[in-house]
């Protein structure tokens, strides 16, 4: 069990009496902290992602505006309700004071602007409503209004925000009566395509926004809320390229479980909160490890995942409650964050994780399921499934189908297992020389010195059948021989071999 700290006390061991108050408006270079907010370019993005959806957007289009030797623009639009003036008013301010539905994936009202500004210098948003038929708003932010000149939006007039949102090419999603365009200009990231050049550059955006948006919207785009594209468009041929469908990937979605027993639900108790549910999954030892774990790069993300209204905040790490191992690698779990619990397991403002307090390690390591295991036993459970080794696949034999008695012969089968191939003869023959045995590799034949057969047999009848340990044996010994050509180690091996075995019958 874990407390919220409550700040309470006294400033020096005396009691201050509140005597007034007063407006303290921030100052331009406030704007800076939301400028340097450490978004990535792909979680930026996904923040107007974040907006698109609670927008109701059906399909949100990500496009990348380019001339044959530039990237000037990134364009985000979406088919979702849209805004009006005073809505998109509310929109364009820092710190919105706009009440979130308890489903919505936005906080705090500053998602919009903070992205785009961490990443662009200008930020143009333009919008159309049903509530507001036949009219389209727009402003815009820059780096210099918001922050040399206080906080100065631009207000853009309606017949221009109209031309610009109906002059938008593409089939993908239709904005006529609501939708909403989101326009960054003079973005840093598209230095780059400078020095890569822009196919290459806007292939690498592709396959990293695929991977991230798919990773983080996966329950989203699973369940059909959302379909998100992305492509690019040639200002100078005025053509778009293909568009790159966002696929589902997902950190949990593993063909078969890596233990029986999981995934198991595990509850971690906090003081007036009620229980937290921890669904505790094993991923399976696989040879080759597919997208789903390996992720955004990222081999083994093991740890905690956070969801908050089906939408990934953070996933991997365990809360300061034990470093990341490799033998833990196949362990992940989720959390789905409860309204109530977002006071103490804090979401940070950019959605890039979550801040734990110091006592949520200590409750975790005490969290039991039902059937009362304790956390320390998934863990351990975990480790057993990383170190066990896979079975190798059983080495199947050349068959006999002669000189080796047949209930013999149906052992083998049995318990080693034969090749669907031609079957290897063991005969007697006579030599030339006094060698004890011949591989004949070709004939698939395994032939025995008949100068040595009475002195094996020791009296016994001969027959095709005789002497079957030993055939069985230096069968075994020498059927790898049948499978390739030998090589000089093989030659001397299989001398080797001859010598000790007519030793052996002095």
């Not at 991977?211 to 996966?218: P, W």
């Not at 999954?281 to 997208?291: G, V």
């Amino acid at each position: 069990m874990f407390y919220c700290a409550k700040n309470v006390g006294t400033l020096g061991g005396v009691l201050a009496k509140v005597v007034d108050s007063e407006h303290l408006e921030p100052r331009p270079r406030m704007f800076q902290v939301f400028r340097n907010a450490g978004y990535s370019f792909e979680a930026a993005i996904a923040d107007l992602v974040d907006n698109s959806v609670d927008a109701k957007a059906r399909t949100v289009l990500i496009r990348f505006v380019r001339t044959n030797d530039k990237v000037k623009q990134l364009l985000v639009l979406d088919d979702g309700h849209g805004m009006d003036e005073a809505g998109l008013k509310e929109a364009m301010t820092f710190g919105s004071t706009q009440e979130y539905d308890e489903d919505a994936l936005g906080l705090y009202g500053v998602g919009l602007k903070s992205a785009s500004l961490s990443s662009a210098d200008v930020l143009t948003v333009v919008s159309r409503s049903k509530s507001a038929p036949g009219r389209t708003f727009g402003r815009q932010w820059t780096a210099k209004g918001a922050g040399e000149d206080g906080w100065m939006v631009n207000l853009l007039d309606e017949e221009g925000c109209s031309l610009d949102l109906d002059s938008i090419e593409t089939t993908d999603l239709d904005f006529s009566k609501s939708g909403t365009l989101v326009q960054w200009d003079e973005v840093m990231d598209f230095g780059k395509a400078s020095s890569t050049g822009v196919n290459k550059y806007l292939g690498r955006q592709a396959k990293d926004l695929s991977q991230h948006l798919g990773m983080h919207f996966h329950r989203l785009i699973e369940n059909k809320t959302v379909r998100i594209l992305v492509d690019s468009f040639n200002s100078e041929t005025k053509k778009a390229g293909p568009s790159t469908v966002i696929k589902a990937i997902d950190p949990f979605g593993y063909p078969k479980s890596g233990h029986k027993e999981y995934p198991k639900e595990f509850f971690l108790k906090g003081h007036d909160l009620g229980e937290l549910r921890v669904q505790a999954h094993i991923w399976p030892k696989l040879k080759t490890r597919p997208l789903e774990y390996k992720l955004d790069g990222v081999n083994g993300r093991q740890g905690l995942y956070f969801y908050r209204n089906d939408r990934l905040l953070h996933g991997g790490g365990w809360a300061n409650e034990r470093e990341t191992e490799p033998h833990s690698s196949l362990a992940r779990a989720i959390i789905d964050l409860p309204k109530e619990w977002e006071s103490t397991i804090r979401v940070i403002f950019n959605k890039s994780g979550v801040i734990t307090p110091v006592s949520f390690s200590q409750a975790l390591t005490l969290a039991e399921a039902k059937t009362g295991a304790r956390w320390r036993e998934y863990l351990k459970d975990a480790e057993e499934v990383y170190r066990k080794k896979k079975p190798l696949p059983p080495r199947l034999y050349y068959p006999v189908n002669f000189g080796i008695p047949h209930e013999v012969v149906q052992e083998l089968k049995n318990n080693v297992g034969f090749l669907e191939a031609k079957g290897v003869a063991v005969t007697w023959s006579n030599f030339l020389k006094d060698d004890f045995f011949k591989v004949e590799r070709e004939k698939k034949t395994l032939m025995i010195n008949q100068k040595y057969r009475a002195q094996i047999l020791g009296g016994r009848l001969e027959n095709e059948f005789d002497a079957p340990l030993l055939k069985t044996l230096l069968y075994l010994l020498m059927e790898p021989h049948f499978r390739s050509k030998p090589d000089k180690n093989d030659l001397e091996f299989i001398e080797g071999i001859q010598e000790a075995l007519k030793k052996a019958l002095l």
